[in-house]
C-alpha cells in the first residue's frame, strides 16, 4: 500500500528494546515524512544509534512497531528491508579502487556488468567524485572519503537511508561544507533520511525537523526553529544552544501574559504566555542570550517602559569572550547569578565597547523568555 506523500513514510508505535533491565529505547512513537531530512539528536547514550539500528533490523525491538511505506517490518529481515544503513566508522575496503569500493554492493547482487557501470558512474557524479573512480581510499582526503562512502550507501537507490554520525570524522570546516552537499545530494535523489548525531549545530543545518532523544525517549519533536524557539522543556531549552534558566512562581496571569516573580534574577518577569499555568504554580524562565540586551543605561532600545522594573536587572561584567562573529558577555547581576549575554560584532572598532567589570543594565522584550512548567 503507497501512502500519501504527507503522511507517514516511517511510522514507529510505541517502540521499546531491552538489554536486560535496561532500557534503552523507552515507548518511542515517531512519524518520518517521505523526502524529509529526520536528525535524531542527542546525548550519549540516549537511545539514538539502537533505535536507528531498529530501523535497518539488526536489533529487534522488546515491543512496539516499526511500519516503512505502509509495510511491517516485525519479520523482514535487514536485506529486504527498502533501508541502507551509513555507519560511524564508514571504512571503504582499502585495496579497491573507489568504483570498486562503490559498485561492491551490487556486484553481491549480481547486477549485469553494464548496469553497475552505469549506476556507479551516476552516482559517482552526484557525489561529485566522477573523476576519482580509479584512485584507492588512502589517495583521497577525509571529504572525499565519506563523499565515496555515501556514493556506496546511495547506489542501490534505499528509499531510505540511515545516517550514524556520518560527519563525525571530518573537520569543522569540512563538515559544515559536506553538510549542505549532503543536502543537495537528498534533494536530488529525493531519498529519506534519518541521521543521527550529537552534534546540535550539525542537527539544525541538515534537519527539515528534530527529535530530541533523552534517557531512550523523545523529549521533543519539531522543526529546528520550534526546538530552538519553543522548547518544551527545560532539558530540551539547556540541550539545545545556551540558556539563562530561572525558577519563579506565578504572580500574575493573564490572557496573553504572565508576571514570574523570580528570587534568583531578582526581577519580576512580564513574559508573553504560551503555556497553560496558574497563579502560584513554580515554573522556570528561559532567555537565550541573543534577546537580551545589554547597556550602559537601564532603558535601552526594546527595553521595557521607563518606570517599570519588569524584565530589567543590573549587574557586573566579570568576563568576555571575543569570538570573532559575536561577543559573549558574563555578567554577575545582583542576585548573583551569571547571565550570558551574546552581541555580534556588527561594526570593526565600534564606539567604546563595554569593558569588564563594568556595570551594566540587562534587558528583554516579553516575546523572548519562554516560560517551562516542566
Ligand atoms: P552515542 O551518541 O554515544 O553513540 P547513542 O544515543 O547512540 O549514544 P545507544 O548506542 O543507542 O546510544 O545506546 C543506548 C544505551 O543502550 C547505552 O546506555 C548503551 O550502553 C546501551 N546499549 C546499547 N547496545 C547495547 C547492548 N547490545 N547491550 C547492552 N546495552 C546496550
Same mark, same amino acid.
Given at each position: 500500500?503507497?501512502l ?105 547482487e ?51 537511508l ?33 541521521v ?71 526581577c519580576?518577569?512580564?513574559?508573553? *504566555?504560551?503555556?497553560?499555568? /496558574?497563579?502560584?504554580a513554580?515554573?522556570?524562565? =528561559?532567555? %537565550? +542570550?541573543?534577546?537580551?540586551?545589554? #547597556? ?40 548573583? *547569578?551569571?547571565?550570558?549575554? /551574546? ?6 572598532? =565600534?564606539? %567604546? +565597547?563595554?569593558?569588564?567589570?563594568? #556595570?551594566?543594565?540587562l ?12
Amino acid at each position: 500500500m503507497k501512502l500519501d506523500p504527507d503522511s507517514a513514510y516511517v511510522r514507529i508505535a510505541n517502540l521499546t528494546k531491552r538489554f536486560g533491565d535496561f532500557v534503552a529505547v523507552d515507548d518511542v512513537s515517531l512519524d518520518i515524512r517521505r523526502g524529509e531530512i529526520f536528525c535524531l539528536l542527542g546525548g550519549s547514550g540516549s537511545g539514538k544509534t539502537t533505535l536507528l539500528r531498529m530501523l535497518a533490523g539488526f536489533e529487534s525491538p522488546s515491543a512496539g512497531t516499526i511500519r516503512i511505506d505502509g509495510a511491517d517490518m516485525s519479520a523482514i529481515p535487514p536485506y529486504e528491508r527498502p533501508v541502507n544503513m551509513m555507519f560511524q566508522s564508514y571504512a571503504l575496503f582499502p585495496h579497491m579502487s573507489v568504483e570498486r569500493n562503490v559498485a561492491f554492493g551490487l556486484e553481491q547482487e549480481g547486477v549485469g556488468r553494464e548496469q553497475i557501470r552505469r549506476q556507479v558512474g551516476e552516482i559517482l557524479d552526484i557525489v561529485k567524485m566522477g573523476g576519482f573512480g580509479a584512485r584507492k581510499p588512502h589517495q583521497l582526503s577525509g571529504g572525499q572519503r565519506q563523499r565515496v562512502a555515501l556514493a556506496r550507501a546511495l547506489v542501490k537507490r534505499p528509499k531510505l537511508l540511515l545516517l550514524d554520525e556520518p560527519l563525525a570524522a571530518l573537520d569543522k570546516k569540512l563538515r559544515e561544507h559536506t553538510q549542505f552537499e549532503l543536502i543537495n545530494i537528498q534533494q536530488r535523489l529525493g531519498v529519506t533520511f534519518i541521521v543521527v548525531t550529537h552534534d546540535q549545530e550539525e542537527a539544525m543545518t541538515l534537519g527539515t525537523r528534530l527529535g530530541v532523544m533523552n534517557h531512550g525517549k523523545i523529549a521533543q519533536i519539531g522543526t529546528p526553529s520550534d526546538i530552538y524557539e519553543s522548547p518544551a522543556t527545560r532539558f530540551v531549552a539547556d540541550f539545545i544552544g545556551s540558556v539563562n534558566m530561572f525558577e519563579g512562581r506565578v504572580s500574575d496571569d493573564g490572557a496573553d501574559y504572565l508576571r514570574i516573580q523570580c528570587g534568583e534574577l531578582g526581577c519580576t518577569v512580564r513574559a508573553e *504566555r504560551t503555556v497553560s499555568c /496558574t497563579r502560584g504554580a513554580t515554573v522556570w524562565t =528561559a532567555i %537565550r +542570550p541573543e534577546k537580551i540586551n545589554i #547597556s550602559r543605561q537601564p532603558f535601552g532600545a526594546g527595553a521595557p517602559q521607563a518606570g517599570s522594573a519588569e524584565n530589567l536587572v543590573r549587574g557586573t561584567v566579570r568576563e568576555i569572550a571575543y569570538m570573532g562573529d559575536m561577543s559573549i558577555y558574563l555578567v554577575q547581576i545582583d542576585s548573583g *547569578r551569571m547571565m550570558r549575554v /551574546t552581541l555580534p560584532n556588527i561594526m570593526r572598532g =565600534a564606539e %567604546r +565597547p563595554i569593558a569588564r567589570e563594568e #556595570s551594566v543594565w540587562l534587558s528583554w522584550h516579553g516575546s523572548s523568555p519562554v516560560i517551562l512548567t516542566e
